[in-house]
């Protein structure tokens, strides 16, 4: 089907529960200090203590912060957790399951190497699964590539591997099926963008001279609230929030983001986990779920 690119009839129509013009998904990326680590092993350094500190803010403050903004508002999130974090804070990762938050796939240590193999993506698919059900208790549904980077093959593994959807493009504000292949699997993509990531308007680093922002939050919920307002005004679309523990869970961002989601449950946004939104784009579009 084709649709025209005028920014309000440019999705496939689907039609969210409740009559909700636009389907919200707070994501987590819980790296903790791997994001840091794999960020200047891709660069051929490595981090120092500043840094190494920062990241392990997330699962010793930070996390509880933002786990308690969600209990106070009665929403369910979606953590993408990295199979070595799993190895390194389990008490914290367990945390997330028992509050009845979703846990997807992102990655082993969070490496975001260019130019690997397919054996190599499979592998560490495999470890990263294990991880992650052994404390679920079953393989997640969900992944998310490492900086948000994938393969030519990462689509067709996850189709043979059971998920139901990515979270990793960057190309549509609505969610949609990947092109069909051997595989004979629906695999739903929810992507997001860069302007509704905290990473963009927080991370400040003197070791890398091209990140350093610091936004002051009214700014950062002035563009999160415009952007949730447009698309919701559109209809059929999703928002995509990409949030980190280290990140968003300072004391007054967290605060903050507790005003995004009062803000997101009057315009009338259905917030919902990324699974439950991926089932329900596969119903609406007659996939196998």
């Given at each position: 089907?084709?649709?025209?690119?005028?920014?309000?009839?440019?999705?496939?129509?689907?039609?969210?529960?409740?009559?909700?013009?636009?389907?919200?998904?707070?994501?987590?990326?819980?790296?903790?200090?791997?994001?840091?680590?794999?960020?200047?092993?891709?660069?051929?350094?490595?981090?120092?203590?500043?840094?190494?500190?920062?990241?392990?803010?997330?699962p010793h403050?930070?996390?509880?912060?933002?786990?308690?903004?969600?209990?106070?508002?009665?929403?369910?999130?979606?953590?993408?957790?990295?199979?070595?974090?799993?190895?390194?804070?389990?008490?914290?990762?367990?945390?997330?399951?028992?509050?009845g938050?979703?846990?997807?796939?992102?990655?082993?240590?969070?490496?975001?190497?260019?130019?690997?193999?397919?054996?190599?993506?499979?592998?560490?698919?495999?470890?990263?699964?294990?991880l992650?059900?052994?404390?679920?208790?079953?393989?997640?549904?969900?992944?998310?590539?490492?900086?948000?980077?994938?393969?030519?093959?990462?689509?067709?593994l996850?189709?043979?591997?059971?998920?139901?959807?990515?979270?990793?493009?960057?190309?549509?504000?609505?969610?949609?099926?990947?092109?069909?292949?051997?595989?004979?699997?629906?695999?739903?993509?929810?992507?997001?963008?860069?302007?509704?990531?905290?990473?963009?308007?927080y991370?400040?680093?003197?070791?890398?001279?091209?990140?350093?922002?610091?936004?002051?939050?009214?700014?950062?919920?002035?563009?999160?609230?415009?952007e949730?307002?447009?698309?919701?005004?559109?209809?059929?679309?999703?928002?995509?929030?990409?949030l980190?523990?280290?990140?968003?869970?300072?004391?007054?961002r967290?605060?903050?983001?507790?005003?995004?989601?009062?803000?997101?449950k009057?315009?009338?946004?259905?917030?919902?986990?990324?699974?439950?939104?991926?089932?329900?784009v596969?119903?609406?579009e007659?996939?196998?779920?």
């Open positions: 089907m084709q649709f025209e690119a005028d920014g309000k009839t440019n999705g496939p129509g689907i039609r969210w529960p409740g009559g909700a013009r636009v389907a919200v998904m707070l994501t987590f990326d819980f790296d903790a200090e791997f994001l840091r680590i794999s960020r200047a092993e891709s660069k051929g350094t490595k981090i120092g203590f500043t840094d190494q500190s920062r990241g392990e803010y997330g403050t930070g996390l509880a912060r933002c786990l308690q903004v969600l209990e106070a508002h009665g929403v369910k999130a979606t953590f993408f957790v990295p199979g070595a974090v799993v190895e390194r804070y389990p008490e914290q990762v367990k945390r997330i399951h028992a509050a938050h979703e846990l997807a796939a992102h990655g082993y240590l969070h490496a975001s190497r260019r130019g690997i193999s397919e054996e190599e993506e499979q592998a560490i698919l495999e470890k990263s699964e294990a992650l059900e052994s404390v679920t208790g079953k393989k997640p549904v969900g992944h998310r590539g490492p900086e948000s980077i994938i393969h030519p093959f990462t689509p067709k996850l189709r043979q591997r059971g998920y139901l959807y990515s979270s990793s493009m960057k190309d549509r504000d609505w969610a949609y099926l990947w092109p069909q292949d051997e595989t004979g699997r629906a695999l739903v993509e929810l992507p997001g963008d860069v302007m509704l990531d905290d990473f963009t308007y991370y400040f680093t003197f070791s890398d001279p091209a990140v350093r922002s610091m936004y002051p939050n009214r700014q950062v919920l002035a563009d999160w609230c415009a949730l307002d447009a698309l919701a005004q559109e209809g059929d679309k999703i928002f995509v929030l990409k980190h523990p280290q990140m968003i869970g300072r004391s007054s967290a605060a903050m983001l507790g005003d995004f989601i009062a803000h997101a009057s315009r009338g946004a259905w917030i919902a986990t990324c699974e439950e939104v991926a089932r329900h596969l119903e609406w007659g996939g196998d779920a």
